[in-house]
């Protein structure tokens, strides 16, 4: 009996999560090799325009990625393909003094998930299907040591 209670539980656990998110998908990048025209786009759809939403980036790199900042642009779009919001966001993926990378990690890979700055408590005017489109703005093509980028819309 305690066997069904504890995956009955688990199952809700399960199920309570999926759902507090509208979104939440990550694209590996081959090699860790992100070239500056791969922008991914993150398909989504807002059903309740009662709540605010926040918008994450998920960021997966390797302790070889050089630089201490990754600069995004971030475009979200509605359903006709008017822009809505389009910015440039500093990420800051290693403590630039020390050099210890932030974030959650294991051995030499480290995800983090950072706030998209302009994107917070974002309120939408309908329901309908949105893109947010996700491409990266460094000098080097490819960039390296980049094992993915994903994105995350939660409602509240």
Known sequence: MR??????????LILACKGSSDLKE???????????AKKETFEFEVKDIQKVYDFNYLVRNTVSYPYYNLYLNQTLTDDKGKVLVNSMDEVILFNQK???????????IFDNRVAAPKLQKYKFAKS??????????????????????GAEVLGK
């Open 3 to 12: 066997g069904k209670i504890a995956i009955l539980a688990l199952f809700s």
């Open 98 to 108: 020390t050099g210890k990378p932030y974030g959650d990690g294991m051995g030499d």
């Open 128 to 149: 309908g299907k949105y893109k947010w489109t996700i491409g990266h703005n460094m000098r080097p093509d490819p960039l390296q040591g980049m094992m993915s980028i």
């Open 26 to 36: 990550i694209r590996d990048f081959k090699n860790s090799e992100w070239f500056i």
